[in-house]
């Protein structure tokens, strides 16, 4: 049963650039969230979807956005990119009807230059 | 607002009992999750405790006390493989499975033959 797999795993992407980062979630969950973890910080949330729809937002601009298909797979889209947004991005997907737990992927490493 | 504590950093040597605690001040938080991330990888759930007392899976243990919001981890028979960063993090809903974690900046542990 594969885990939340995530692409591409790295990117080297220029400031003020967009990029678009992908997930998918582990086999019978519904619901994805997107978390930023900067180099010896913890994961900051950055939004959350099920049935396609944004539910629950962190403190990120506008510049941050994203998409649920109808497979529970999503998008993290970043517009404009700053040195700031070099980080390891993170997907955690879950199941609303339980048992608790979230899996997470292994993330993709952005880096702005 | 809301504030996660942990120790910054944690060293024992293998075989050893080692505690982890997390002291939170968070609103509307149903119970408490803890995280394993090995250097560069996913975030692994480790444990949830939506009641107060402890919970015991393996070598893991983890404890809630709501009324001093405050919790534990304790890792036994410590191996060189438990070596990795440890995150409490509040869960905000009922089921748990929805709504942003709130990560703090982890505890970092190191394990020493």
């Known amino acids: 049963d594969a885990g939340v797999t995530q692409s591409p795993t790295h990117l080297i992407k220029t400031r003020g650039q967009q990029v678009t980062l992908r997930c998918s979630p582990k086999s019978g969950h519904d619901t994805v969230s997107w978390y930023q973890q900067a180099l010896g910080q913890g994961p900051q949330f950055i939004f959350q979807y099920y049935e396609e729809e944004e539910r629950q937002r962190g403190n990120f601009p506008d510049r941050f956005s994203g998409h649920q298909f109808p497979n529970y797979s999503s998008e993290l889209n970043v517009n404009a990119l700053l040195l700031g947004d070099s980080a390891l991005y993170l997907c955690?997907?879950?199941?609303?009807?339980?048992?608790?737990?979230?899996?997470f992927g292994s993330g993709t490493r952005l880096t702005v230059v | 607002g809301q504030s996660l504590e942990q120790p910054s950093e944690v060293t024992a040597v293998e075989g050893a009992i080692v505690q982890i605690n997390c002291t939170y001040q968070?609103?509307?938080?149903?119970?408490l999750s803890w995280y394993q991330q090995h250097d560069g990888g996913a975030p692994t759930f480790l444990s949830y405790?939506?009641?107060?007392g402890l919970e015991e899976t393996g070598r893991f243990s983890s404890f809630l006390s709501r009324s001093d919001s405050y919790g534990y981890l304790l890792l036994q028979e410590l191996q060189m493989k438990d070596s990795a960063s440890y995150f409490c993090a509040p869960v905000p809903s009922p089921s748990g499975n929805t709504g942003k974690l709130i990560f703090g900046q982890g505890t970092t542990l190191q394990v020493k033959p």
């Open positions: 955690a997907s879950s199941n609303r009807e339980g048992p608790y737990g979230y899996t």
């Open positions: 968070t609103s509307g938080f149903y119970g």
């Open positions: 405790n939506g009641l107060d």
